[in-house]
């Protein structure tokens, strides 16, 4: 807890000076109110149209106004959906969808599920509505947070991933059964994010449930994964989890590589772990010295260091918002207008686009509702106040509404030349998207929390402090208090660091002329305005057949090339 609260107060010793009035936003003439209230409509246009015409499966179809299983059939929307609802300030609908995912999800089914999207989407998506549940005013059971319903349904989901963390070198295979574990003739080729994508919430889950295993697997991958690097410090985008040898050797910090980097910063930062860190920095050199070329980042070879794809990929957008976070804020800006750049000249990011051409590449020309551009955005904001990234959020907004609007929801744009749409809205949409527009638009939101407001709970282990502020994200945007981490340990000495900090923390406000108080028990969004209900039937209806359906796979099976190197996870031809 010490670690914890002390960079608490060291976030609100750094709090930026509220902005003169009549600049920023203001003075460009921007209603950030009005758009915070479009993002709000957007959300709920397409949650409804999802509980209306596709729940209980993963997905909605929002051309066809029908459903579909995407990811392992665990109604993926209602999970990743959950958080932002609290955000949006809707805790009636929080309470009602917390039920039916109690009483509707279930992970012992024979499905083929990847092990990276599960445990993001999921496993995350349950963490943290399980950390927000008091806030929403849901009656928790004695113990909270250290038990409860989310939680063991988290907990249970993670651990159908853990036989696919049973290799020769504790790096994960990419897909796993959930009734059978990891089929006999399985690929061992996984991307790098697909390896080094855990240790928010599987740290999370050991710190809560007091099981070691889930960190003591995600800390093993991430060591493989940084023994393996080459001697020039670059990883590649595909390695054999069996021998550890690189399938693909492109280096770069886009698709199928991403979120480990994202990682290894994130999970410093909620476990104060400096072994983490510093195993980012000496990436962070490597990547600058090979692969950064006028505040773009192109994809090299990672033995040599030569340029192999001269490409920037829309997945590499949440870079500048990580650069922020270790107080890299000129880097960040300069590369973020870079990619502005490209936003302002489609209307979205297409997933690659050749810098030296100035266009998108062949088959590449889609954009998906991605939110990595729009995250960066919400992060710098925060840091700047910088009216030109409120601007990125209204021409996303524009963008969004006018392009991929349709009657039963948000399509995905197939090809952002002509905004042809294809037929899907993928479940990030609600988690991620919609998620960092409403934060950016939203100064006030409880997200933002600068600690001067707080819950003190009691568990089995003493007092803890909840909601102080400081949440990470995990990389599908599922907010985590870290100060949750210690509220489960038995340890007195940090009870007793705990009460002194918090003693020092209220001195320091009470200096500053700053009001210190406690969150009432129920806890609702103190960011959010006018709270809405959806109603509260919808989604409750259960489909008359399912079918068991394999999910797409997180970093597919596929002979690699120089163009096919680095397309990761995400980029599957047949979407």
């Known amino acids: 807890m010490l670690w914890s609260l002390g960079s608490l107060l060291c976030l609100w010793a750094l709090r930026l000076p509220a902005l003169p009035a009549g600049t920023g936003a203001a003075a460009r003439g921007l209603d950030v109110a009005s758009y915070r209230e479009r993002v709000r409509a957007m959300f709920y246009h397409a949650y409804e149209h999802y509980l209306e015409s596709a729940f209980p499966y993963d997905e909605l179809r929002p051309l066809t106004c029908d459903g579909q299983d995407t990811w392992g059939s665990f109604s993926l929307t209602l999970i990743d959906a959950l958080d932002t609802l609290l955000i949006l300030g809707n805790v009636s609908e929080f309470q009602r969808v917390v039920n039916v995912l109690q009483e509707g999800v279930d992970f012992d089914i024979d499905v083929n599920a990847s092990v990276f999207e599960t445990n993001i989407r999921v496993v995350g998506g349950l963490l943290s509505a399980h950390l927000l549940s008091k806030k929403a005013g849901v009656e928790v059971e004695v113990g909270w947070p250290c038990s409860g319903p989310l939680l063991r349904m988290a907990e249970e989901a993670a651990r159908k991933l853990l036989p696919a963390f049973q290799t020769p070198t504790g790096m994960p295979y990419g897909t796993v059964n959930l009734l059978h574990g990891v089929n006999p003739g399985e690929t061992p080729v996984t991307c790098t994010a697909g390896i080094g994508t855990f240790i928010v919430e599987f740290a999370t889950l050991s710190h809560l449930t007091g099981d070691p295993v889930f960190e003591d697997v995600a800390r093993k991958a991430l060591k493989a994964l940084w023994k393996n690097r080459s001697d020039i410090g670059l990883v590649g985008n595909h390695i054999d989890v069996i021998t550890a040898k690189w399938v693909a050797q492109d280096a770069g910090i886009g698709a199928g590589v991403d979120s480990y980097f994202e990682y290894l910063v994130k999970g410093a930062i909620l476990l104060q772990d400096k072994e983490l860190m510093s ?26 260091g030569t340029v192999s794809m001269p490409v920037f990929q829309s997945l590499e957008a949440y870079w500048p918002g990580l650069q922020s976070l270790i107080g890299d804020v000129q880097n960040a800006m300069r590369t973020f207008l870079n990619y502005y ?38 992060y710098l904001y925060r840091a700047t106040r910088d009216p030109t990234l409120l601007e990125l959020g209204r021409d996303a907004v524009e963008s969004i509404e006018k392009i991929s609007k349709v009657d039963c929801g948000f399509a995905t744009i197939k090809d952002l030349r002509d905004h042809r749409l294809d037929n899907r809205m993928e479940s990030f949409f609600l988690a991620e998207t919609v998620k960092y527009l409403y934060l950016l638009f939203d100064p006030d939101n409880f997200i933002h929390n600068d600690g001067s407001v707080f819950d003190v709970v009691i568990t089995p282990y003493g007092e803890c402090i909840l909601n102080a502020g400081g949440y990470v994200f995990n990389t599908e945007a599922h907010p985590i208090d870290p100060a949750a981490l210690h509220c489960c340990r038995k340890q007195k000495e940090e009870q007793w660091e705990v009460e002194d900090l918090m003693r020092e923390f209220y001195s320091l406000k009470k200096n500053k002329k700053f009001t210190l108080k406690r969150a009432s028990d129920r806890g609702e969004g103190e960011g959010a305005k006018d709270p809405e209900d959806a109603s509260s039937e919808k989604g409750g209806e259960k489909r008359n057949s399912k079918k068991n359906s394999h999910s797409l796979l997180s970093c597919p099976s596929q002979s690699f090339n120089s163009k096919l190197a680095v397309l990761g996870q995400v980029f599957l031809d047949n979407t």
Request: glycine share 6%; no cysteine; net charge neutral.
């Open 279 to 304: 195993m980012f920095l000496e990436y962070n050199k490597a990547i600058k010295n090979y692969t950064k070329f006028d505040d773009w980042y192109l994809w090299v070879q990672m033995y040599k």
């Open 341 to 378: 750049t490209v936003w302002k000249q489609f209307g979205g990011l297409p997933e690659f686009y050749n810098i030296p051409q100035g266009y998108t590449v062949d088959k590449r020309e889609g954009y998906p509702l991605r939110p990595e551009l729009i995250e960066s955005a919400m």
